[in-house]
């Protein structure tokens, strides 16, 4: 398992970005999948964006076109860029991460990640 850090939440207007950051520490970063969720009050987690050990990306539908994954892995580092937030993007953000032989594995389910972030609230008003 690794220790996760996310930082970058805050309070936006409908149509402004944020750019969330998860900092990894301890086993090497390159050998994780990272993904990122989120948790609406009084809703389940659900999935928002992966990235594979190889760069590939995957993310759910409502978030396609405004939300991109990414990461730096001499940086130990994996970002969620978020353009054109609107209300319902309202959550507290995860990260996770996966650890994986496969390069190019593009996990999905809660159940495939071993190591959480402790969360950052995102608030998008009107």
């Known amino acids: 398992q690794v220790e996760l850090v996310e930082s970058g939440g805050g309070l936006v207007q409908a149509g402004g970005s944020l750019r969330l950051s998860c900092v990894s520490s301890?086993?090497?970063?390159?050998?994780?999948?990272m993904a990122w969720f989120r948790q609406a009050p009084g809703k389940e987690r659900e999935f928002v964006a992966t990235i594979s050990r190889a760069g590939t990306t995957y993310s759910t539908d409502s978030v396609k076109g405004r939300f991109t994954i990414s990461r730096d892995n001499a940086k130990y580092t994996v970002y969620l860029d978020m353009n054109n937030l609107k209300p319902e993007d309202t959550a507290v953000y995860y990260c996770?991460?996966?650890?994986?032989?496969?390069?190019?594995?593009?996990?999905?389910?809660?159940?495939?990640?071993?190591?959480w972030g402790q969360g950052t609230q995102v608030t998008v008003s009107t």
């Open positions: 301890g086993r090497p970063f390159n050998t994780y999948a």
């Open positions: 996770a991460a996966a650890e994986s032989t496969t390069y190019y594995r593009l996990p999905t389910q809660s159940s495939d990640f071993g190591s």
